[in-house]
């Protein structure tokens, strides 16, 4: 047998594209990946910042106002504010009970309420309460529920928090005398009548694209269909309609009364009754306008509460002090809360 060549022994060439010098040529060609539009720093800051800034517009508008509105405030009786936080507190236990209500799956309910609470301050940065339930779908997906039953027990939450509302609000309608004042408020026919072509039109869009794009028809039928069978395996079990329907019933009411007691608070000498009217009403009539931080449902608290019978200064201190007690004394512990439970990979 022959030995063999020394050009077989060889060791086999690098190839250009293996060698380390074109390894770090390639990666240093590679272009960095884009980033979303959403993760910019800039973007996040003005979407926070946004509420803040028509809060001060609307400030510098109505500055006389504004200031007497502070100047009560600043003299308020401390231990009805107190009252008003603990009701405050009280809401994220009916809002956490409502979310577990509407969901079949069992859920740690100490992380539950810290997400509610979380919740409140990104509702500052998305409008018609979309902060909420982006945190609350973080919070099931980062404890095993489907995306989809995440979805459909976020829908079953906000159907039976708005009609736990209307009901709550017919009955007081009923109960009251004072519902008589109301129909200064309600628009006239001619303000009502685009209103309703408006709404025409969008439920017959929604409806013709639903019927004629497949692609779009099918991720929404699979999400009711979904949605209906988790609203039936909720309403077999006896106390998780109660947490649902009861946290929903309970939550205008702890909403009202904290609103009550900042209105005790100034003197401002209308009836709990009267002013948890008033708040169910202004928020029922806009409270689906996206507006970030509630600023469309203050207009109208105020101007409900001077309906009734208060003076427009001590009617804004009111909402004022009820918007500072419920959304920005918690802020800041919010967003260190929401903060914590990313880091703890509950969201």
Known sequence: ????????????????????????????????????????????LALCLAPLLLAC???????????????????????WLLAGGGFTCLNWVAASCARQGALPDRVPPGPLLASQFAAGAANHALPAGLGAHAVTARFLRAHGVPLDRATASIGLYSLAKSSAKTVVLVVF????????????LVPDGRLLVPLAA????????????????RPLRRPVSGLLRSALADAR?????????????????????????????VSASLGLGLPWAH?????????????AVPAPGGLAVDAA?????????????PATATVIGYRVLTDWVPLLPGTLTMSALIRAKAL
Not at 57 to 77: I, K, M, Q, T
Not at 173 to 184: F, K, T
Not at 275 to 287: D, I, P
């Open 57 to 79: 517009g609307w400030a510098l508008a109505n500055r006389p106002v504004v200031y007497d509105g502070f100047r009560r405030l600043v003299v308020a009786d401390p231990w």
């Open 233 to 261: 395996e909720v309403h077999t079990q006896p106390w998780r309609v109660a947490a649902l329907w009861g946290g929903a019933v309970a939550m205008p009411l702890l909403q009202g009364t904290t609103l009550a007691c």
């Open 198 to 213: 408006v709404a025409g039109g969008a439920l017959a869009i929604a409806g013709v694209l639903l019927t004629v794009v």
């Open 1 to 44: 047998m022959s030995s063999p060549s020394p050009s077989s022994l060889s060791p086999l060439p690098l190839s250009p594209a293996s060698s380390p010098a074109a390894v770090s040529l390639t990666r240093a060609a590679t272009p960095p990946r884009p980033t979303s539009f959403m993760a910019g720093r800039p973007v996040r």
């Open 301 to 313: 608290l105020v101007w409900t509460l001077v309906t009734f019978g208060s003076s427009p200064a």
């Open 275 to 287: 002013v948890v009217l008033a708040y169910l009403a202004a928020g029922t009539a806009v409270g």
């Open 173 to 184: 309608l009923a109960a009251s005398p004072a519902w008589r004042r109301l129909g200064e």
